[in-house]
């Protein structure tokens, strides 16, 4: 598929918007067909990469589009209305530069990373996998160390140039710790192994990345913090992460309100009146709390605390809630006709509840929560 771009230095929220909106017209007729195949769209990435939309938060003086946090949850948005896999694979991407924009925003050099990314580089998430105590194993060698582990979710690893991940070094010098490195997919000792055959979220790729003694040089590791303890990186990744995250899935469920409410156009029946309306506060609640994690990431300049990260975890499950609701209540509207294969809604179902799965699950997040509002550790 081709694209045409726009044009200008600088682009404003609306050029991104119509950018984003070009792609999701031409993705959206392939998508019920990777949803059966399961299968990626390479084509749909490199589509994103040629159109500026993988550099899209890289600012511009490292060569990026410059777009604002906010500017990315929208574009993920229009994306989600017509293809949530990609979406949400390009937010898995995404939130790792919008991580390093954070660091750029806050002192801490993050050039490198950021100028790969404008130069195409795609990176890939195992955040989910990984949390406060990881897995794997490391060695300590002469100039690095030899790693060994296998990461799932990695959302898009088929196309993926660059694993930003963390190994668990068990029998580090002052105990248990945690290496955060980068690894090239071209390293010696990485594979695919294509585990992911799912409910939904079918097409994005989320296969086992498996690092079989990998050497990973000093010069990679970008943290060495203790394992089983929560870090203040968390805060950072949280806060820069989980909006542009949900923004993918917000998408899902305007598709689904859309479909929804062409179904039973010109129906007045009082059943469907109020379910129409439950399916509207739901979608509204979601779409404000989701503009509210936004608006508290202050653009990428938010402040590293415990307190940002608690209200941005409770947020993501205030909002998962209302999206899985909003594509519910989109299915009984319709009278059951959103619950067949051939129905658009029974797919944007399947997809949405993959909101369950990214940091924190809801009986995590509420522990995390309610440390935080006693002064605790987020974290036992």
């Avoid at 081709?2 to 792609?23: C, F, H, K, N, Q």
């Avoid at 990214?358 to 935080?372: F, N």
């Amino acid at each position: 598929m081709t694209i045409m771009m726009t044009s200008p230095p600088t682009r404003t929220t609306s050029d991104w918007l119509e950018v984003a909106g070009e792609l999701a017209a031409a993705l959206r007729p392939g998508a019920a067909e990777r949803d059966r195949s399961g299968e990626l769209s390479a084509d749909a990435f490199d589509t994103l990469r040629t159109a500026g939309i993988t550099a899209a938060l890289v600012p511009e003086e490292f060569g990026g589009g410059g777009a604002s946090h906010a500017d990315m949850g929208a574009v993920l948005r229009v994306l989600g209305r017509h293809d949530g896999p990609t979406a949400v694979t390009l937010s898995m991407h995404s939130h790792l530069v919008a991580a390093q924009v954070w660091r750029h925003h806050h002192g801490i050099d993050a050039e490198k990373v950021l100028r790969k990314v404008a130069e195409g580089a795609i990176l890939i998430s195992t955040g989910a996998s990984d949390w406060v105590s990881s897995n794997g194993t490391a060695r300590k060698v002469d100039g690095g160390f030899r790693v060994s582990a296998r990461k799932n979710p990695a959302s898009g690893c088929e196309v993926g140039q660059v694993l930003v991940t963390s190994i668990r070094w068990d029998d580090a010098p002052d105990g248990p710790q945690v290496l955060h490195c980068s690894v090239p997919f071209s390293a010696d000792g990485v594979s695919i192994d294509f585990t992911w055959d799912t409910l939904g979220m079918r097409a994005t790729g989320s296969h086992t990345v498996v690092l079989d003694d990998v050497f990973v040089p000093d010069a990679a590791v970008s943290l060495v913090r203790p394992a089983d303890q929560w870090h203040p990186v968390w805060n950072t990744v949280c806060g820069a992460a989980l909006p542009l995250i949900m923004a993918a899935y917000l998408g899902i469920a305007d598709s689904a309100v859309a479909a929804a409410r062409a179904a039973v156009a010109g129906r007045s029946e009082p059943h469907v009146i109020h379910l129409l309306g439950e399916m509207m506060n739901a979608h509204i609640t979601a779409a404000d709390v989701i503009a509210a994690m936004f608006d508290d990431s202050e653009d990428l300049h938010f402040a590293n605390t415990d307190e940002h990260a608690s209200r941005t975890l409770s947020r993501k499950t205030v909002a998962t809630e209302a999206l899985i609701d909003t594509v519910r209540l989109a299915i009984e509207v319709t009278g059951g006709v959103g619950y067949t294969r051939s129905s658009t809604i029974e797919r944007l179902y399947r997809d949405v509840h993959g909101a369950l799965f990214h940091p924190l699950p809801r009986a995590k997040q509420t522990i995390l929560t309610g440390r935080v509002a006693l002064g605790l550790s987020p974290i036992a």
